[in-house]
């Protein structure tokens, strides 16, 4: 997933127009972007969705309220037996979240009569202090790990800190700290990463630079607040022809020499982890 796009559940129309932007995955928010008293329509709006016939399209995350707020059960049972491709714990402090959450899905499945494994978790991993220390615990937590993400507004509010970039748009050095711990864990973790959103819509340049940064850095999409953003998220996190071309070379030089280790390719040795980096952008 490349480009994964925040939509409130309680706008139809907001709806209909964050599955038609060419988003690789839609989230249907019940968290944030509804206020507490749309949490019914948001409901609502999350199961129809979820319920209406698609022959294809952006793979479907809820994102319901986090394990504290004492909502996120009504948000479970108001999916009524539908199987979204992950849910997105907000607020979440490490594996011991995620393990909570699947063990919360192995129920609804089993109720429901779904699939024992069918719904994923992605939790959002370091909207706290606190959850900067459990970033660790998400290697092996649950099979159901689909990717991991961070954020940064929900950080910012627990640090106190007066803001989280710098002017000309990077990000303050705790935060940068945040972002790198995100990406090791979900690397550890063996899921993967995704960035931050990018809250200035209208600063297209912005988000392509950031983007470019990301996908250098390893990630492998970016959450995004507009259909505007979509489009620059997938074109920058697509591996680049010079990527796919280098990566079929390695597949190939190791395909003609499976007894072997280490190979020579254009002057430089290769092993096993240049042909997991290929196996990776060729999408193996």
């Avoid at 109720?111 to 959002?124: E, F, K, N, T």
């Avoid at 390695?250 to 240049?274: C, K, N, R, W, Y």
């Amino acid at each position: 997933m490349r480009s994964l796009l925040f939509t409130p559940a309680n706008s139809a129309r907001k709806i209909d127009k964050a599955l038609a932007c060419g988003a690789d995955a839609v989230i249907l928010d019940l968290e944030d972007s509804v206020a507490p008293g749309a949490k019914e329509d948001a409901h609502r709006g999350a199961r129809e969705a979820l319920s209406s016939p698609r022959a294809n399209g952006p793979k479907l995350i809820v994102r319901v309220n986090g394990l504290a707020s004492g909502e996120i059960d009504a948000d479970l049972d108001a999916l009524a037996g539908c199987a979204p491709f992950a849910i997105m714990l907000p607020k979440a402090c490490g594996g011991v979240d995620a393990q909570h959450l699947s063990v919360k899905l192995a129920v609804h499945e089993a109720q429901y009569g779904l699939a024992d494994g069918s719904i994923g978790v992605i939790p959002i991993a370091t909207e706290s202090a606190d959850a900067l220390f459990g970033l660790a615990s998400y290697r092996g937590c649950t099979a159901r790990l689909a990717a991991l993400a961070w954020s940064a507004e929900d950080l910012t509010v627990s640090l106190g800190a007066r803001a989280n970039r710098v002017p000309g748009g990077g990000w303050t050095p705790p935060f940068m700290l945040a972002r790198n711990r995100a990406l090791f864990a979900a690397a550890s973790a063996n899921a993967p990463a995704i960035d931050a959103v990018f809250v200035n819509f209208r600063d297209l340049q912005g988000l392509r630079r950031e983007c470019a940064e990301a996908h250098r850095d390893g990630f492998s999409g970016k959450l995004a607040i507009h259909p505007d953003q979509v489009a620059i998220i997938n074109e920058t996190f697509m591996p680049s022809q010079d990527e796919i071309a280098r990566a079929r070379r390695i597949q190939e030089a190791f395909a003609a020499s499976p007894e072997t280790g280490v190979l020579s390719l254009d002057g430089a040795m290769i092993d096993a982890a240049h042909l997991a980096w290929a196996r990776r952008i060729l999408g193996d």
